[in-house]
């Protein structure tokens, strides 16, 4: 970074940052490998869903679940891709030595976000279309799907980078981020439920409020414990 | 002709197995007969009888200090990972491992103790062993955590490495775990006294079960610092012996 024209802190670290998601984007957009897997999983998962009910209806209790568990499961496959790709391809050591781990973090952070709301916008609509939901607030329901994508997204951040330098990942992924995930899982279906049935957002304020506080702070603690996997 | 001597422990504090076994030896001592008194008066002294609970109110004794014990562990090693990450010494990382090995068995205690309890009292003819009860879905997910953090510690041979990726596991899991204890009563009902307008524990609890009861918390939270100090020690000398076979050895 010390050949770059001088910029004040704030500045140069938004500018890292940006720099470490267009990366990442770019990257992304040349192979569309994350954005791939996770749509198709979603579709495949949604057809087995759908194959499995036959004419039969779901509860709109069990819509929401089913809903939920099917991005949880979908970003368990996308979303631990972030750090390991890096250490696949070998350009952990350059981005260490070009990019404030601060940067990183935020940047991939930032990519993340990104690719779990296309991912459960996407999810979201097919659900509706293909298991025939009735939605009363789309507000409401798209509130709580990006409150949550924020949620999921800050918490398998940190998690990603922590199974990337672990030698069996994949499967680990599952196993950590799940426990961890819980709380998101049960507010966000209690608030899909409402958004379902009669779409009043005061009757789940408390829901909202989790997933809000929530999102806040794993991205904090995350922030906080990044360094001291970053720099392993 | 071989000669057993005990290695040398580092950093723990050489002096700790001479200068500290008198006051600890002291203090287990006091353990064991603090607990012998309390195991005794849970079976022992006479409590009012009530329909359904009868002799099962018994249990209270254990079944309530397994929880406070779990997150007496919990608080434990979630200060060990901290200290750990701030300082690299390796002691703060076995510390940590080694209350959430506690714990978990503290946990998976408190766990079946409630689910027999329950079974026989509050879903006395259902059947029912499990009725997603807030409290029972919090340690589940509690001892879920831990499950993955020994997973994860598997998965590194690199001690050190094993250590710190552990120790940001550990902290950051304990940062999401208070949202529980607001979410989950919203969506579950509970019979546990105080929650969902039920009466609170002081209100329907006999002075005599008190009696007992207190120093139970006491006992139980002694008992685990009593597995945990001798589990720690463990650990390091087993440590130190590895290490000195790997000096012994050379290397292929």
Known sequence: MSDRPKQSGLSAWVSGTWAVFEKDLRLELRSR??????????????????????MDVLEPAAEAIVLWL?????????????????????????????????????GKLLFNVALTLVLNLAATLAFSIVVDVSVASWGLLMLVVVLGALGLAGATTLLSALIARSSNGGALFAILAFPVLVPLLVSAVNATLESFGSGNPTAVEAELRTLFAYAGTVITASTLLFDYVWND | MTSWHVPRVCCAGDNEFESMSKVKLTIKATIAVWMTAVVLGAFLLAIPKMPILEHTARNL???????????????VSAY???KYLRTGN?????????????????????????????????????GKWWNNDPKQLMAAVQLLIYGAYFVLR??????????????????????????????????????????????AFDEITDPVMRLVLYPAFIGFIALFWWIYDQRVRLALVERALDEQADYAQPTA
């Open chain 1, 33 to 54: 490998y994350a954005l791939n897997t996770l749509l198709l999983f979603v579709a495949s998962s949604l057809l087995l869903v759908r194959v499995g009910l036959g």
């Open chain 2, 80 to 82: 060990q990972s901290g």
């Open chain 2, 90 to 126: 390796i002691v703060h990382d076995i510390r940590a491992e080694q209350a959430a090995w506690v714990g978990v068995a503290f946990g998976v205690l408190g766990l079946v103790t409630g689910m027999l309890w329950a079974r026989f009292t509050w879903y006395t003819g259902t």
């Open chain 2, 154 to 199: 598997s998965g590194f041979d690199d001690e050190r490495r094993r250590a710190r990726l552990s120790g940001v596991y550990n902290l950051f899991a304990a940062a999401t775990v208070p949202f529980l204890l607001y979410i989950l009563p919203r969506q579950f009902t509970s019979l546990h006294p105080g929650a969902d307008g039920n009466p």
């Open chain 1, 70 to 106: 099917l991005i949880l499961f979908a970003a368990a496959t996308g979303l631990s891709r972030a750090f390991v790709a890096e250490e696949e391809r070998g350009t952990r050591l350059l981005l260490q030595l070009h990019a404030r781990p601060s940067c990183v973090y935020a």
């Open chain 2, 61 to 75: 004794y254990f079944h309530v200090p397994m929880w406070f014990t779990l997150m007496a562990a919990l608080l």
